[in-house]
């Protein structure tokens, strides 16, 4: 058996830690300017990311920099499909002038979570990104309506578990204006992503066993032990793999 996944993390947000965690994540989630970033952070962005061949992914998410994308917001069909394409296109646009390629896109906070649960959206989403480019890999979290959908569309997808989340009975993500919605210790951590990549299950916070599928992993940029937590889980995976081949 495997024990290889996709290291993937959220940038391009302002955050200090970009550079650092770079050497550790295969794919960059990059922000679009709507929820977070700029143009100039999305060509710092994807230069780091050329620079240590790094997967280059878009990361749109609400035009809502003042609660960073993670207030849920109700749009039209239409309304959000320009949403998803215009940020797409612009980081596209900016990748393309660096000689680089747009690989996947991930949406953002409120706009991720909404999707996971709402059949309508999610269908919405990846018609939008099916449209720019049926070649594009849609990340998506586990078992929901975002992975289903995109599926259904011809999309590839790439089904998405977090090392510093804790998840309900459901296989959802616990909201994070509850306590325990993040995972800060590094021991815990570590045991919730080998779990999660060797028996593709995940414990929920009740104890119970979830079955998911982990083809890619998040680690968020933003956490005050990032890129420990990045170094080590990266060292453990490329260890699993080794004793696996």
């Not at 920099?65 to 207030?71: A, H, Q, T």
Request: glycine fraction near 8%.
């Amino acid at each position: 058996m495997k024990f290889t996944i996709d290291i993937n993390c959220d940038m391009g947000e302002g955050m200090e830690n970009d550079a650092l965690l770079m050497p550790y994540i295969n794919s960059a989630n990059i922000a679009c300017g709507y929820h977070a970033g700029s143009a100039a952070l999305m060509q710092q962005t994807v230069e780091l990311a050329l620079n240590y061949r790094v997967n280059i992914g878009a990361h749109p998410g609400f035009a809502d920099k003042e609660n960073f994308g993670r207030k849920e917001m109700h749009l039209s069909e239409t309304a959000l499909t320009d949403l998803i394409q215009e940020q797409v296109y612009q980081l596209k646009k900016i990748a393309t002038s660096l000689g680089a390629g747009i690989k996947h896109v991930k949406p953002h906070g409120a706009l991720y979570n909404m999707s996971a649960k709402n059949s309508e959206l999610a269908k919405t989403i990846a018609s939008a990104v099916f449209a720019l480019d049926p070649h594009l890999v849609l990340y998506g979290l586990s078992g929901s309506h975002s992975i289903v959908e995109a599926a259904k569309m011809g999309l590839q997808t790439a089904s998405e578990v977090f090392a510093d989340r804790t998840y309900q009975d459901d296989g959802s993500l616990t909201p994070r204006t509850e306590p325990g919605a993040m995972i800060i210790s590094a021991e815990q951590s570590m045991q919730q992503v080998l779990q999660m990549v060797h028996q593709q299950q995940v414990t929920s916070v009740k104890g119970h066993a979830v079955n998911i599928k982990a083809e890619t992993l998040c680690l968020h940029g933003d956490g005050a032990h990032a890129v420990s937590f990045a170094k080590n889980i990266n060292a453990a995976l490329k260890k699993s793999a080794n004793d696996a081949s």
